[in-house]
């Protein structure tokens, strides 16, 4: 026998009882967004690189090291996409949303891929639902997404006041403000590089902000006395930064201000936020949902100037912070059973009846009837319907109900089937 075929490493498979997580998970963000007026987008699981390129920033990681790039047959350099903001911002530009009302709310979910090394939260292909809201600098629409991320968490039961996450804020200012503190950050980290590691070592001259998010512990210990970014803002970016924090407090959170919080992409301006669990199953992976401002981006992929905000949260990660018991694949509500020696035929329209009045029914497997029970067992099943060559005789069927151990006898109608199981 052949070696069976595995998985790649860095994907997973999605079995049926956790699926049914997701999808409980699913429903419960869906109705979160429909609340606040986010509606869907999809877009393709690979684009053009230079959009990655130019979108995300060629000095930062994700494009240096961790796109999945190919070439197609006509040569074109294709990259499975490693985050959606820049895909959003594509299909914006080239459908001309920008005619349409403004600010436009716009959710996904999908699948992303970067090759990165595989760890407890992290896989090469994971899974992202994301906001982005296009068209407007309030500072309020920050406020706003950070909210809706929340009011998400909570849908599930994970609350602030409870310990399952932390909410840190910060700005990285603005095109205009920005330059000065990267070079004054650059300046005090070239004074340090040999006491940094390898990877901050080039991050020191590509890109000084993302020296600050190391987590090797002897760069943070040199990190800790790094200038911030504060002194450098400009009035209007920490007039935004106010707005959003005493915003947010309105709605009862408690941000936490981290001022060297800075994010992967080079996209990010003015606020920048993430929330953080300390939950030990993550290890280093400890966010959960981050995401920022992004008022360039638009206009250096060909659109108009368009400010922006928007985050992304991993759904691998936030399903490992659930309960286990949470919304396990739930089994048919009923199994039928057709007795030995019976015809199939009249089992078999009965089944596809009831289905299209919403019942969940499988069908048991043939052979003697105490094994057609256990099967129904096995699958959770609440109730059985036996149809015999005597129930079929008096136009009948016998429904067990295999949690309470009784059963009854009801008319071989689908209808008056179907209307007694909906009120078990």
């Not at 606040?36 to 130019?54: C, G, I, K, N, S």
């Given at each position: ?101 403004s600010p436009q709310k716009l ?164 606020t920048v936020f993430e929330f953080v669990t300390r939950d ?145």
């Open positions: 026998m052949s070696q069976p075929i595995q998985t790649i490493k860095g994907t997973k498979d999605i079995l049926p009882v956790e699926a049914a997580r997701w999808r409980h998970v699913e429903r419960l963000a869906g109705e979160v967004l429909h609340r606040y007026r986010y509606e869907e987008l999809r877009t393709p699981v690979y684009e053009a690189t230079e959009l990655f390129a130019r979108g995300i920033g060629e000095n930062t990681d994700i494009v240096g090291k961790e796109m999945f790039t190919f070439q197609d047959r006509g040569g074109r350099s294709l990259t499975l996409r490693p985050e959606n903001t820049a895909g959003v911002a594509r299909a914006y530009i080239q459908h001309k949303l920008y005619t349409g009302p959710w996904y979910a999908g699948p992303m891929f970067r090759a990165e090394n595989v760890q407890a939260g992290r896989q090469r292909q994971f899974h992202q639902l994301g906001v982005e809201c296009l068209g407007s600098e309030d500072p309020r629409w920050d406020a706003e997404a950070i909210v809706l991320a929340a009011e998400i968490f909570e849908s599930l039961g994970l609350a602030a006041a409870t310990g399952a996450w932390d909410l840190e804020l910060n700005s990285v200012g603005c095109a205009g403000c920005r330059p000065t503190y990267r070079e004054a950050l650059q300046a005090w980290l070239r004074q340090r590089v040999e006491a940094l590691c390898a990877d901050c070592t080039s991050r020191t001259e590509r890109n000084p902000l993302r020296v600050l998010d190391c987590k090797v512990p002897a760069c943070r210990e040199v990190l800790a006395e790094a200038p911030l970014i504060d002194a450098a803002l400009c009035e209007g970016c920490v007039a935004a930064l106010v707005t959003v924090t005493t915003l947010l407090e309105a709605a009862g959170l408690s941000p936490r201000r981290n001022a060297r919080l800075v994010r992967g992409l080079d996209y990010y301006s003015r030990a199953r993550l290890g280093a992976q400890s966010t959960i949902c981050a995401g920022g401002r992004y008022d360039g981006l638009v206009a250096e992929l060909g659109g108009p100037p368009t400010p922006a905000v928007g985050w992304a949260l991993g759904m691998e990660r936030l399903l490992t912070l659930l309960p286990a018991e949470l919304a396990t694949a739930a089994g048919p509500a009923a199994v039928l059973l057709t007795a030995p020696g019976t015809p199939l035929a009249p089992g078999f329209g009965l089944a596809r009846a009831l289905r299209a009045l919403g019942v969940a029914l499988d069908l048991a497997p043939g052979g003697k009837l105490d094994k057609q029970f256990k099967h129904a067992e096995r699958l959770g099943a609440r109730f059985a319907i036996v149809l015999g060559e005597q129930e079929l005789a008096e136009g009948a069927v016998t429904l067990k109900d295999l949690r309470a151990r009784t059963q009854e006898r009801l008319p071989l109608d689908a209808e008056a089937l179907a209307a007694r199981l909906s009120l078990a």
